[in-house]
């Protein structure tokens, strides 16, 4: 079984600065991937960054990094320079290689104040 | 671009009532499914289709079924709506194997 713990329910940053979402996991897998999605208040759920258990280097897409550290079994989002548009629910999540399922986190809301 | 549309993003209906959601995807995404999302406990999987007729229950699929006919659209079903089944519904599709999923805008059921 999978399990992804995020522990902030809510944080609020100043524009600008950098934020790191928190997000540790627990698995028996070996193979796995980990992925963040972000929901804006209109609902719909954007991928925003996927880590691969094997990969050797952290997953980067623009703003966004994600920092993976094996033997601590986290996968934290980092957010540089924020933005009023980066204010949403986080969520991170992981699935088994070749297993179609997603295993959510409880999500944590950012606001991001001007 | 992926797209995956939901048929309606508010619906009301009352107890008893026999509920379709409907999803559709335009990608030839092999997967689709089916979540729900409350407050504090994240997005939890109710049914998930890896080809058309073919279908497998998720961690809560107490109280629905789903159908797939055509590989674009996967439906949920609640067969006699409960109180305990108003949620934000959420669809979403993928490549097989793990790929990332993409989702529709959701629909927030209330069920009186």
């Known amino acids: 079984a999978q399990k992804i713990t995020q522990t902030q329910p809510g944080m609020f940053v100043q524009e600008k600065e950098a934020v790191t979402l928190d997000c540790t996991y627990d698995?028996?897998?070996?193979?796995?991937?980990l992925f963040w999605y972000k929901q804006p208040s209109s609902g719909e759920m954007i991928f925003l960054i996927y880590?691969?258990?094997?990969?050797?280097q952290n997953a980067t897409e623009g703003r966004y990094s994600l920092n993976f550290q094996k033997a601590r079994k986290s996968a934290n989002l980092v957010i540089s320079a924020s933005q009023l548009g980066d204010s949403a629910m986080y969520f991170c999540?992981?699935?088994?290689?070749?297993?179609?399922?997603?295993?959510f986190g409880t999500g944590t809301r950012l606001t991001i104040i001007p | 671009d992926v797209k995956v549309t939901q048929s309606s993003r508010y619906l009301v209906k009352r107890t008893g009532e026999k509920v379709f959601l409907e999803c559709v995807q335009d990608m030839d995404h092999e997967n689709m499914f089916w979540y729900r999302q409350d407050p504090g406990l994240g997005l939890r999987l109710i049914y998930f289709?890896?080809?058309?007729?073919?279908?497998e229950k998720g961690d809560i699929p107490e109280g629905y079924s789903v159908s797939r006919e055509k590989k674009e659209r996967f439906s949920l079903i609640l067969e006699s709506a409960s109180t305990n089944q108003t949620s934000m519904y959420l669809c979403?599709?993928?490549?097989?194997?793990?790929?990332?999923?993409?989702f529709g805008p959701g629909t927030r059921l209330t069920v009186t």
């Open positions: 979403a599709s993928s490549l097989p194997k793990g790929y990332e999923q993409y």
């Open positions: 698995t028996s897998d070996q193979s796995y991937g």
């Open positions: 999540a992981m699935s088994a290689f070749g297993n179609e399922k997603l295993t």
């Open positions: 289709s890896y080809d058309v007729k073919m279908k």
């Open positions: 880590q691969g258990s094997y990969d050797e």
